[in-house]
């Protein structure tokens, strides 16, 4: 078993900067790849980045490639730089056991998830 909290959300405008953290609980943790997804008001979950068990690979959705960096130690974070109003959501840390690439990318493979927390990102 495996308990997920996030931190870190917050009120930030457009150009700025958060870093969003993921502490986890359980035994397994450091076997598990880990990800984070976001889902805005009336749009359905997607996926912004995830990571391997072993921190050697990451994944990023195209629309924050190049401004979000995941990585971990005990804790996953998720650095946003350069934040849009459209990264706007609530951000959700996902762990799993994961075998292929492709499934790093879809939320139906992760078993375990927080609770979310909210950024927001004024213009």
């Known amino acids: 078993q495996v308990q997920l909290v996030e931190s870190g959300g917050g009120l930030v405008q457009a150009g700025g900067s958060l870093r969003l953290s993921c502490a986890a609980s359980?035994?397994?943790?450091?076997?598990?790849?880990m990800g984070w997804f976001r889902q805005a008001p009336g749009k359905e979950r997607e996926f912004v980045a995830a990571?391997?068990?072993?921190?050697g690979n990451t994944y990023y959705a195209d629309s924050v490639k190049g401004r979000f960096t995941i990585s971990r130690d005990n804790t996953v974070y998720l650095q946003m730089n350069n934040l849009k109003p459209e990264d706007t959501a609530v951000y959700y840390c996902?762990?799993?056991?994961?075998?292929?690439?492709?499934?790093?990318?879809?939320?139906?493979?992760?078993?375990?998830w927080g609770q979310g927390t909210q950024v927001t990102v004024s213009s």
């Open positions: 996902a762990a799993s056991f994961l075998t292929r690439p492709d499934q790093y990318y879809s939320g139906s493979y992760y078993y375990y």
């Open positions: 359980g035994r397994a943790f450091s076997s598990y790849a």
């Open positions: 990571i391997s068990w072993s921190g």
